[in-house]
């Protein structure tokens, strides 16, 4: 019914900025909060940040400061901006999306396929 499709992940070095994008299609009635996790190898997925509808947002401690998300609401798309990266940023992506698709009812949590970042020392 909904799918997302991350873009712009890739290798950069530490220091170096990437910029992600997240686009939903599909059955959508309405987007609320929208997001972005990442998952190192071995290690469990975690929370980088969220924004809401009207754009207040919420970061890790760890990337306050150097990451930026935004949305596009009337593309239905988020970005993730980042910069001063670091190796330890490294990991896939993941960008998330609570999803209203009908006028009533809960909505349902949506998550993108992935995008693979990699900042090398």
């Known amino acids: 019914q909904v799918q997302l499709v991350e873009s712009g992940g890739g290798l950069v070095q530490a220091g170096g900025s990437l910029r992600l994008s997240c686009a939903a299609s599909?059955?959508?009635?309405?987007?609320?909060?929208m997001g972005w996790y990442r998952q190192a190898p071995g290690k469990q997925r975690e929370l980088v940040t969220t924004?809401?509808?009207?754009?207040?947002?919420n970061y890790a401690d760890s990337v306050k400061g150097r990451f930026t998300i935004s949305r596009d609401n009337a593309k239905n798309t988020v970005y993730l901006h980042m910069n001063s990266l670091k190796p330890e940023d490294t990991g896939v992506y993941y960008c998330?999306?609570?999803?209203?698709?009908?006028?009533?009812?809960?909505?349902?949590?949506?998550w993108g396929q992935g995008t693979q970042v990699t900042v090398s020392s």
């Open positions: 599909g059955s959508i009635v309405t987007i609320n909060d």
């Open positions: 998330n999306a609570v999803v209203s698709v009908r006028v009533w009812g809960a909505p349902n949590v949506y």
């Open positions: 924004i809401t509808r009207d754009g207040r947002t």
